[in-house]
């Protein structure tokens, strides 16, 4: 009797184990302008040309995929963090100090004074991600901020159109590939 009563106890526990009841999605969608058609420009939008366009851009390519058309980089750059919430004064001071003493030869002073503005430096990651299929072009871009002691203050996805529009017109400027 009593190993029925665990058993119903397990079944009910089993129960409540169960999978979210939707995928997480992108907030908010990447922009229609992240999306072209392949051949809209001329020469048509090839993964060198993408590639080519990111660096110039200053993007490290992490993994490309070429059977894919996949096409992954970042970029990283020194900021400063306006909103840290941190014990303490984080403004800056004003610090005065000094000592003395005697030695054998006579008296010995010393005097500092120093003035010093602490703002919280962070680090902005962005990741772009670039699928050139065989007919369209996707691209997708996320932000993530991180403070001086590594952790994760702001994320994002940021597949604005400004972004899109910018990274079109710099694969535009590229050369076209020769062919072999």
């Given at each position: ?12 526990l089993a129960g409540c184990q169960g999978g979210p009841s939707s995928l997480p999605v992108a907030e908010p969608p990447p922009d229609p302008a992240c999306q072209w058609p392949v051949d ?141």
């Open positions: 009797m009593q190993r029925a009563w665990w058993v119903c106890l397990l079944v009910g809209a420009d001329t020469p048509p939008t090839t993964l060198l040309r993408v590639v080519a366009a990111l660096e110039d851009q200053d993007f490290l390519v992490r993994h490309t995929a070429a059977d894919l058309g996949l096409v992954s980089a970042e970029r990283a750059k020194r900021t400063i963090y306006h909103n840290a919430v941190d014990p303490g004064p984080r403004l800056g001071g004003f610090v005065v100090g000094g000592s003395g003493g005697s030695v054998a030869s006579g008296v010995v002073l010393g005097m500092g004074a120093g003035y010093a503005s602490v703002d919280e430096e962070a680090t902005e990651i962005e990741r772009v991600s670039a699928v050139v299929g065989p007919e369209w072009v996707r691209v997708t871009r996320d932000y993530r901020l991180f403070d001086w002691r590594g952790a994760q203050r702001e994320s994002r996805t940021a597949s604005d159109a400004a972004f899109c529009r910018q990274l079109r017109l710099a694969v535009r400027r590229q050369p076209a590939e020769v062919a072999p």
